[in-house]
């Protein structure tokens, strides 16, 4: 009866140990699970890589707000003087004033010597006023030699008219005969503004054509004082030239 019991024992102990030893070869031999290990240590920073390629550039921004008005600069020189503008046109005419007092009964006189001495006055006042509009039409500033005055007329003739002009007031169209003089014109003529006007060739007084009466032609200086031919007929600006007395 001994061996019988045993034996069942032994079986019942085998039955009971077969499913622990199977999870543990399961565990150690079949098992492919592997389990996560505990969080590291954080690693040094890496060295800065490098700099990446520039993007295209955005779109513009939009408009800033004005900065504040700069200091006023320095003044700036003085340009040069522009030719004289057109005369103005005339003003009305003023009301009538109020009648003088009479005056005293004259007495008879020798009316002949007045009336030559009222005609002379006329003539210089004729002369003086005449003067005065020539004047006028002179551009501010006389260029002047130790022999010479110099005037430049802003008053548009042909060649002829301007020469017999010049006569009229005592002088001649000017000549450009020498170097010194061609700059000294040149020089006259840039500072009004101006590009050509009329100069003489000598001393004629007759014209025909495009030619002075002694076969000279007709001629003009530009403000750089250099020299050449002109249209008799063209009317520009000239130079008179007066002798120092």
Same mark, same amino acid.
């Given at each position: 009866m001994a061996g019988p019991e045993f034996l069942r024992k032994t079986l019942l102990l085998i039955?009971?140990?077969?499913?622990? @030893? !199977?999870? @543990?070869?399961?565990?150690d031999i079949c098992s492919n699970t592997i389990l996560p290990g505990s969080k590291g240590d954080p690693g040094e920073m890496g060295d800065t890589g490098d700099e990446g390629r520039l993007g295209k *550039? /955005?779109?513009?921004?939009?408009a800033g707000v004005p900065g504040e008005n700069g200091e006023k600069g320095d003044a700036g020189r003085s340009g040069k003087m522009g030719p004289a503008g057109e005369p103005g046109a005339a003003g009305e005419t003023g009301n009538a004033g109020s009648a003088g007092s009479k005056g005293k009964t004259g007495s008879t006189c020798d009316c002949g010597r007045y009336r030559r001495h009222i005609g002379q006055t006329e003539i210089n006042t004729n002369k003086l006023r005449n003067a005065i509009k020539f004047l006028k039409t002179v551009i501010l500033g006389v260029k002047e030699t130790e022999q010479k005055f110099y005037l430049l007329v802003k008053e548009e003739r042909k060649h002829r008219d301007a020469q017999l002009n010049c006569s009229l007031r005592g002088g001649t169209l000017a000549l450009a005969d020498n170097k010194n003089i061609s700059t000294l014109l040149g020089s006259y003529i840039s500072e009004a503004g101006l590009t050509h006007v009329l100069v003489g060739t000598g001393g004629e007084t007759e014209h025909s054509g495009n030619a002075t009466a002694s076969g000279r032609r007709c001629a003009q200086v530009a403000s750089? /004082? *250099? !020299? !050449?031919? *002109?249209?008799?007929?063209?009317?520009?600006f000239y130079i008179c030239e007066f002798a120092k007395v």
């Open positions: 039955l009971f140990l077969i499913p622990y @030893v !199977s999870s @543990v070869f399961s565990m *550039a /955005g779109p513009p921004g939009l750089d /004082g *250099a !020299s !050449s031919r *002109a249209e008799c007929d063209n009317e520009k």
